[in-house]
């Protein structure tokens, strides 16, 4: 049994990566609960939005946040662009995860082109900072990227609760026909809600790019647990994915304290597959 | 049949062609021609036919190989006795994901997706951590390769062909038999095949098995082939990309689709190889993903199936004799339907409280009420789509609550649905057909089309026998539904307001057949709004009004019932 200084720890750093997830997962829960389209290539774009950064701090030393401020207003005409394309093919939710995952094949390609499958990484002097809580340690950057998506889904929790549009996009989700026919307008509020899911991507891709090692591949090494806080919080429930977020994060740290590190990525998984066994009617 | 001659031909003629000496090149290419042509079938089996799409398939192949590699390289086993362990191991594991996940009623094809593309990735975890691989990779360069002819290369040629052709034989048998027919049907609506009598569960496992087996086997010999094994190429996006694209490409719901979509694709990336290519011909790849997705959907050999098709049959529909007589000649023992004291709650909302009735055989019992009353729930529970809470619901001596709704079907329980429910892929005739093959009549494909003509005759849908359902207009649809459910010889028919919606003109037409179908013995229990119908064709009216029975009996009296008066016009109409 570890001690009690390294169980703390790993529920700090479980916190800390569970906020990750979050961020990643907020932006691909939207689009699956309240468009009803499964994009597989969120994980992609965020890779690219990571890789974006790197090269504009590395080539042209543009601070992160300045890049991110680049990237972000990019990613969103990107996101609605994404949705011209569905909107104009009527793709459906089942379709979406075939067109989405060749689109994640062709942006990993891009990557591999331009960045080569080399390990990058972006050294920046606030890398290893970190605060101290007593005998705990908890890094800078990664506490930033977890308050940054705790307010990111509270902000967003709270726009579909209470504005228009949101409520629009709520009612058009559970039947678009219906909502059409009480005057929603729910094509045009589809391209914001695509636009604001591929800025999230942005916005997680710059965390990337300042808390981890790139490697193109990554883009699939998201993926199983990832989907496993969308389904787990509930699609289109986004204060849902930030706590199941930190579920699955400090699930996985402290099995990898008190088991093995090999048996991490199973904890997401088993947690999936009790869910989806015991209540799939939530999904 | 001809198709099959044709394939063992083509078979054979190829296995000839390493003795004449080909190139050792031309074999190594057609080696992953056929490699792919079996992966990608393999796939279509369950994804393909039955609508669940899998990105697991990955799992299964590195599983085959992982196995070889174990065997031979860590074991000692010879490879050939190696092979078909690794179609077992790759085997149980499907089995044991699809009894788990199949179980779960409500998951959605792209739930399936993704969890079969996650095990992928814990699958790898587990291989990378522990001493099936550990991390540097496996050699199996040492082990020996039997020799079926003089080349190493001629030898996986040959192993790779016999593979191609083993799964396009079993992909063709399964598209012809019952098996294929099930899927199918599960692909287009999964609840109606389940109550048209198609064990879907069991159809689901057995075609997710059988296609992770071939899998197994396909990965096993690949194994050999690249003779070093890393845990990122063998759990790759590769495999479950490159059989998806394949299949759909060629058509993942006919037998040969996949397999020309794997030819295809393997020699347009055999263009691009080596480097920088190489990612540029995965990009490709994955774009003519993309534009096939949108632009064709069904997939190539479909396409051009329907194309040579259309022209033929346009001749060919004039010559259809009515066969009535044969139709129903063997009815099955009559029996009564007795619901007792059935209760059913949808969460706080109690649909059914205690309702008991019976169907005596050639009778016709009415079930009316206000909408809500939780008529169509009876019927659901009758059929067995949900289950009862408490009570019993018996057809003669079989107790048919607590059974899966297929076996009630074979059991002989037939319904329709309100809103027409048919199998949107499937021509009228083989909607019938299916109906014909799973419930209670039991045919073989063949007999089962000759009886679902002579249903067709019968609901006078004859000349519409090749039409799609979305080319039948709502009358046509309701009679499919009609057809349908006779087509399975039932002892019992459930009709969910099979009038609604038709013109009078259609509804004398309904109303007579219906009275046909009396007399056949069957037990009709049909839920109606239409008053003028109920009275005509009913010998008992059962009224429910919130879950209960409030009265029963002759048609008129049970109408005139002071309670259902209040119901149906509120208490001041009581007189």
């Not at chain 1, 800078?140 to 705790?150: G, K, N, V």
């Not at chain 1, 981890?212 to 883009?219: E, F, G, K, R």
């Not at chain 2, 799609?468 to 087509?487: G, S, T, V, Y």
């Not at chain 2, 049909?526 to 064709?537: G, I, K, N, Q, T």
């Amino acid at each position: 049994m570890p001690s009690l200084t390294l169980l703390g720890q790993s529920v700090v750093s479980g916190l800390l990566a569970g906020g990750l997830y979050a961020l990643l997962a907020l932006g691909l829960s939207l689009s699956w609960g309240l468009l009803r389209l499964v994009n597989l290539s969120h994980f992609a774009l965020a890779l690219l939005g990571a890789y974006l950064t790197y090269q504009l701090g590395h080539a042209f030393h543009l601070a992160p946040w300045l890049a991110a401020g680049l990237i972000v207003p990019a990613f969103f005409a990107l996101g609605v662009v994404l949705h011209v394309v569905f909107a104009r093919f009527r793709v459906t939710e089942f379709t979406s995860l075939l067109v989405t995952f060749g689109l994640a094949v062709i942006l990993e390609s891009l990557i591999q082109w331009f960045w080569t499958a080399d390990y990058r990484r972006y050294e920046t002097p606030w890398a290893s900072a970190s605060i101290r809580v007593g005998p705990l340690f908890v890094p800078t950057l990664e506490l930033l990227a977890c308050l940054t998506a705790a307010t990111l889904a509270v902000a967003t929790w709270a726009w579909l609760r209470f504005t228009y549009v949101g409520k629009a996009l709520r009612a058009a989700a559970e039947d678009p026909a219906m909502a059409g026919a009480f005057g929603v307008n729910h094509r045009a509020h589809a391209f914001v809600l695509s636009g604001i899911s591929a800025a999230y991507a942005g916005v997680a891709g710059a965390f990337i790019a300042l808390i981890s090692t790139l490697a193109p591949a990554q883009i699939w090494a998201w993926l199983g647990t990832v989907f496993a806080v969308v389904i787990i919080g509930g699609l289109g429930n986004p204060v849902g994915a930030l706590l199941a977020g930190f579920l699955i994060g400090v699930s996985e740290s402290v099995t990898m304290a008190v088991a093995a590190p090999a048996w991490a990525p199973l904890v997401s998984f088993s947690i999936l597959i009790g869910l989806l066994v015991l209540r799939p009617e939530r999904v | 049949m001809r198709q099959a001659i044709g394939l063992l031909a083509a078979g054979l003629i190829l296995a000839m062609l390493p003795l004449v000496g080909l190139p050792a090149f031309y074999e190594s290419f057609l080696y992953l021609v056929f490699h792919w042509v079996a992966l990608a079938t393999s796939w279509s089996l369950l994804s393909g036919y039955a609508g669940y799409f899998s990105f697991g398939h990955g799992a299964f192949f590195g599983a085959g190989m992982y196995t070889v590699a174990t065997l031979t390289a860590g074991l000692g086993a010879p490879f050939l006795a190696a092979l078909p362990v690794a179609a077992v191991v790759a085997t149980l594991l499907s089995v044991g994901i699809g009894a788990v996940v199949f179980r779960v009623k409500r998951l959605r094809g792209e739930l399936f997706g993704l969890l079969t593309l996650a095990i992928t990735f814990v699958l790898a975890t587990i291989v990378l951590n522990t001493r099936l691989d550990g991390g540097p990779g496996v050699y199996l360069s040492n082990v020996p390769l039997p020799r079926l002819v003089a080349s190493p290369t001629g030898t996986f040629y040959l192993l790779a062909l016999g593979l191609a052709v083993l799964t396009l034989a079993a992909a063709y048998t399964i598209t012809s038999s019952r098996l294929g027919l099930g899927l199918f049907a599960i692909h287009d609506d999964e609840d109606v095949a389940e109550v048209e009598g198609v064990p879907t569960f069991a159809y689901k496992l057995v075609a997710f098995a059988l296609s992770a087996g071939i899998a197994g086997v396909a990965g096993g010999i690949h194994a050999m082939y690249v003779s070093y094994l890393t845990v990122p190429d063998t759990f790759s996006i590769t495999v479950p990309l490159y059989v998806v694209l394949m299949s759909v490409l060629g058509g993942a719901r006919h037998w040969l689709g996949p397999a020309v979509g794997a030819a295809l694709i393997t020699a347009s990336l055999y263009a691009f190889t080596g480097g920088q290519q190489a990612i540029l011909g995965r990009a490709v790849v994955a774009f003519v993903l993309i534009l096939i997705v949108l632009l064709l959907p069904e997939g190539l050999v479909p396409a051009v199936l329907r194309r040579a098709r259309g022209r033929r049959e346009r001749a060919a529909d004039v010559a259809v004799s009515p066969i009535l007589a044969a139709a129903g000649a063997r009815t099955e023992a009559p029996a009564t339907l007795d619901c007792r004291d059935v209760w059913r709650a949808f969460g706080g909302i109690q649909a059914l409280r205690g309702v008991s009735l019976s169907v005596a055989p050639g009778e016709i019992v009415a079930l009316v009420g206000p909408n809500g009353s939780g008529k169509t729930t009876l019927i659901n529970v009758i059929s067995g789509h949900h289950a009862a809470d408490r009570g019993r619901v018996e057809l003669g001596a079989a107790t048919l609550t607590g059974r899966p709704a297929h076996e009630i079907a074979g059991l002989g329980v037939s319904r329709t649905y309100q809103i027409p429910r048919p199998f949107a892929h499937f021509s009228a005739l083989d909607n019938v057909a299916l109906a014909a093959t799973f419930g209670s009549a039991r045919c073989a494909p063949a007999e089962a089309r000759a009886e679902a003509r002579a249903w067709l005759e019968f609901t006078g849908l004859g000349r519409r026998a090749a039409a799609l359902p979305h080319e039948l207009n709502l009358h046509e649809r309701k009679f499919l539904e009609l057809a349908r459910a006779l087509a399975g010889r039932p002892r019992v028919i459930l009709l969910d307001e099979v009038l609604s919606g038709l013109n009078p003109g259609e509804i004398a037409s309904a109303v007579h057949l219906i009275r046909q179908i009396r007399e056949r013995g069957v037990a009709i229990l049909f839920v109606e709004h239409l008053m003028r119908a109920v009275l005509e064709l009913s010998d008992r009216v059962v009224v429910l009004n919130e879950g209960e029975v409030i009265a029963a009996g002759g048609p008129r009296e049970a109408m005139r019932a002071a309670r259902v008066i209040e119901v149906y016009l509120g208490k001041a109409h009581v007189a």
